[in-house]
């Protein structure tokens, strides 16, 4: 083959291509349009429904009924829709039980085992939406999906159907989530704080890796019982730094007098990511006995640990803040630099830095 | 009897550096395909997770990490104000601002003081990349998020470090003063966290603010340009960022992450030393770098790019600043590229040295050389007679024809996903644009580039003045 034929040949195919990209991109813009048009449609065909069932004119069976005259993937997405933002938890209550057996439900279910992540997000987010107490199964399987967007999705389904084996399952996989949705399911748990209660207090009382502890701790902050979070106290000291940081930060989550004095004590540890979490935890708790400590944590080599314990001792009424202006006259420069820099906020803007 | 041989000789040498030449085009424009092939499916799984049910979640995730938006700026006075107060109110749990006067000569410095009420502080921050002089820290009394630095001039790369120093989170994103970041932009940037991903970079999209609708530095209406400058330079940014980029996730990481819009983990930066305060591309430079670094100490961490955060950026309108851009560009690409040569094919970086590199080298660095070489070969030639006027007009059609399919495939990308130019007259001013560019624009742009060699030799280090319409004005 000579190379003009090579040519020939590529310019033949590159025109080919040309023109399948142009029809496509036609084509691309046609359908848009079109979809465009149909979801206006089905949005403007279930209003007049959506309207009965938000004024209590009827019970959701003209909604549902036009739900399935929708396609599935329509049907889903404004059921997703219209059950997440515009109606009450009862009214969609009352309109998954009159959906829940229909087919493009159960459909968009089916997908739930499927390979494409996206698949299984659209069936997450309808179980959502309808889920009873027969789908624990369901809701188990795609909590613990190992892509998180699906795990992330599916997390709202929690409350649906929440039982002691299906919050022990969650509770148990909380250490291999994503650190975001380990999150919104600690979250999700807090709504059946009885029994992840007892699900974390089991779960922190035995051996257990770092990686384990640092999301059961976390549990713990988020429900925010004086049981869980006694069962956090004594890991206050557990030999992983990590494992302290956490704990420190869990602690501050409501007041107990173990809880502060761990804290408290947590002020002299050895690693400066616990100290600043301490210092953090002092003012939280507003524990004004630690004073003489944060003072002493002002002179800190780490800066993180100088600016939490003044903002913990701007936080900790006169005392503290005469405490913060004496740091200020000190003759080390580092107590003083932060003193100074803390005392210059506004009130406003301490407190956004506390909370950050 | 001795010119015959010599002139066969001559003819034969000819033949082979077209045919070279051809094989060079034919390499680059498979390689091209390949990457938009690699994209296609990268474009389609990041456009399914980025609607707005997952950014829903993300916000007021307290797991996201907090970030520190750094912005260097030098003589902004008329826009900083501005451009801060957008960044201080983008979307995001937890973010703070590092402001750094770059040693500005136009009253930069004091329109932040008055405006934001500004106040001194100490140096509470160990400078641990070294800097040019440091005259004052600040704090705003009204804006806990803000932090501003005041120092002599030192340059953008200098700019960047000190904020680095000063940055209190583990993650920072280096934006330009005069871009336009959208309001979920930090939140989409985010995902790879919401994913459980370790990212040690993650690059997001750039695009042409020109022609667009700004009001209050929101772009409310995005139109494509009717100029054919901006409009062409529109489908170019399409075609890099869509496509260009996008596939890179795939071959190991893109070896560029726009220096107006880029997140990093603060800890690499500072084991990399920062930015190299001396280079015009310093993007580049701490990309390449930083894809060192990670491969030398076995981390993990990735260099990622996600194409639904979009920042906003104005595009030369004249060929005067089309040509410092471009030739800027140009010489710091040469500049870094010749300054990381270890790299090339050098096994211990992995795919960086066997694929990055090399393509970057020879389809970006050199091709201006080559293709000047080609359009010579060429000519002569069809003087000589060794190749046919038939050959050498198909050979310029298929190039030509390659460009416009790429361009072509931008749009296709564009309309599929994210489709950020709903209206008729852009979509069919992107085809149109896609179609000239190879006629005029492509030739101007390669002569811009040629000059970056010679003055890369004359080790000229300058930036060049961008003009600027302003955002409110080009809408």
């Known amino acids: 083959m000579t190379r003009f034929a090579v040519l020939v040949l590529i310019a033949a195919l590159q025109l080919a291509f040309i023109m399948m990209t142009l029809a496509l991109l036609l084509v691309t813009r046609l359908r848009g349009s079109r979809w465009r048009a149909r979801e206006d449609d089905a949005e403007i065909s279930l209003a007049e429904p959506l309207q009965r069932i938000m004024l209590g004119d009827d019970r959701g069976e003209a909604l549902a009924a036009a739900l399935g005259r929708l396609r599935r993937d329509a049907a889903t997405r404004e059921m997703i829709s219209i059950g997440g933002t515009r109606l009450s938890p009862e009214q969609r209550a009352g309109l998954a039980l009159l959906v829940r057996r229909a087919p493009w439900v159960q459909q968009t279910l089916a997908q739930a085992p499927s390979r494409k992540w996206w698949k299984r997000m659209e069936a997450a987010r309808l179980l959502v939406m309808v889920c009873d107490k027969g789908d624990v199964g369901l809701v188990e399987r795609l909590v613990t999906d190992m892509h998180a967007a699906v795990a992330s999705a599916a997390t709202g389904a929690i409350s649906g159907c929440a039982n002691s084996s299906l919050v022990s399952a969650i509770v148990g996989g909380l250490p291999f989530r994503p650190a975001s949705v380990r999150l919104q399911q600690c979250n999700a748990l807090r709504s059946h704080s009885a029994l992840a209660n007892d699900a974390v207090v089991v779960a922190l009382s035995r051996p257990a890796s770092v990686a384990q502890l640092r999301a059961w701790i976390q549990l713990a902050e988020v429900l925010a019982t004086p049981e869980a979070l006694a069962a956090v106290v004594p890991l206050a000291s557990h030999a992983d730094r990590e494992v302290r940081t956490s704990a420190a930060r869990a602690l501050r989550s409501c007041f107990s007098a173990e809880g502060a004095e761990a804290v408290s004590g947590l002020l002299k540890d050895e690693d400066w990511r616990v100290r600043a979490a301490a210092a953090r935890a002092v003012g939280a708790l507003n524990v004004r006995g630690a004073i003489p400590m944060l003072s002493e944590a002002m002179h800190d080599e780490s800066w993180w640990v100088r600016f939490r314990a003044g903002l913990a001792l701007a936080d900790l009424s006169m005392a503290g803040r005469a405490a913060l202006e004496e740091a200020q006259g000190s003759p080390d420069p580092f107590a003083r630099d932060m003193a100074t820099l803390i005392r210059g906020l506004s009130d406003g803007s301490r407190l956004d830095l506390t909370s950050a | ?475």
């Open chain 2, 1 to 475: 009897m001795e010119a015959e041989p010599l002139r066969a000789a001559s003819f034969a040498a000819l033949f082979w550096i077209d045919n070279g030449i051809i094989a060079y085009f034919l390499l680059l424009n498979s390689f091209y395909a390949l990457l938009l092939l690699l994209a296609i499916p990268e474009l389609m799984e990041h456009w399914r997770i980025a609607d707005d049910e997952n950014l829903r979640l993300l916000r007021g995730a307290e797991v996201i990490p907090p970030i520190s938006v750094l912005v260097p700026a030098f003589n902004e006075r008329a826009t900083i104000v501005a451009s801060v107060l957008s960044f201080l109110t983008l979307e995001y749990p937890s973010h703070e601002v590092v402001v750094v006067n770059d040693g500005s000569t136009d009253g930069t410095m004091e329109a932040l003081i008055s405006f934001y009420e500004l106040y001194e502080t100490p140096a509470a921050y160990p400078d641990v990349v070294p800097t040019a002089r440091v005259r004052a820290y600040y704090r705003s009394k009204v804006y806990s998020k803000l932090t501003c630095i005041d120092k002599e001039n030192g340059g953008k790369g200098d700019s960047l470090n000190a904020a680095v120093n000063a940055a209190r989170f583990s993650y920072v994103l280096a934006v330009d003063a005069d871009t336009l970041v959208e309001r979920d932009a930090l939140l989409r940037l985010a995902r790879p966290f919401l994913l459980g991903e370790p990212v040690a970079a993650v690059g997001a999209t750039v695009r042409v603010v020109n022609g667009s609708t700004v009001v209050h530095g929101i772009v409310t209406h995005p139109r494509v340009d009717g100029r054919w400058l901006p409009g062409i330079q529109t489908v170019e940014y399409l075609r890099a960022f869509l496509f260009g980029r996008l596939g890179w996730n795939r071959l190991g990481g893109s070896l560029i992450i726009s220096g107006a819009f880029g997140l990093f983990k603060q800890e690499h930066l500072q084991a990399i030393g920062g930015y190299n305060a001396g280079s015009v591309t310093e993007d580049m430079d701490i990309v390449i770098r930083l894809h060192k670094h990670l491969r030398m100490e076995g981390s993990s961490d990735t260099i990622q790019f996600i194409p639904d955060p979009v920042a906003w950026t104005e595009v030369p309108v004249t060929l005067r600043g089309l040509y410092r851009q471009r030739e800027r560009w140009h010489r710091g690409l040469i500049s870094t590229l010749i300054s990381h040569r270890s790299v090339c094919f050098n096994p211990r970086y992995g795919r960086l040295g066997f694929i990055a590199y090399p393509f970057f080298l020879f389809g970006e660095m050199l091709a201006p050389l080559i293709e000047v070489a080609g359009y010579i070969a060429f000519g002569v030639s069809l003087f000589l007679g060794v190749a046919d006027l038939e050959f050498t007009l198909l050979f310029l059609l298929v190039s030509v024809g390659f460009g416009f399919l790429l361009s072509l495939w931008a749009t296709v990308l564009e309309e599929v996903s994210f489709r950020r130019y709903p209206s008729l007259r852009d979509f069919f001013l992107l085809i149109w644009f896609s179609v000239i560019e190879a006629f005029g624009y492509r030739q101007v742009t390669l002569w811009f580039r040629l000059q970056s060699y010679w003055k890369y030799v004359r080790r000229d280090v300058r930036w060049g003045v961008m003009e600027r319409e302003g955002f409110e004005r080009v809408s």
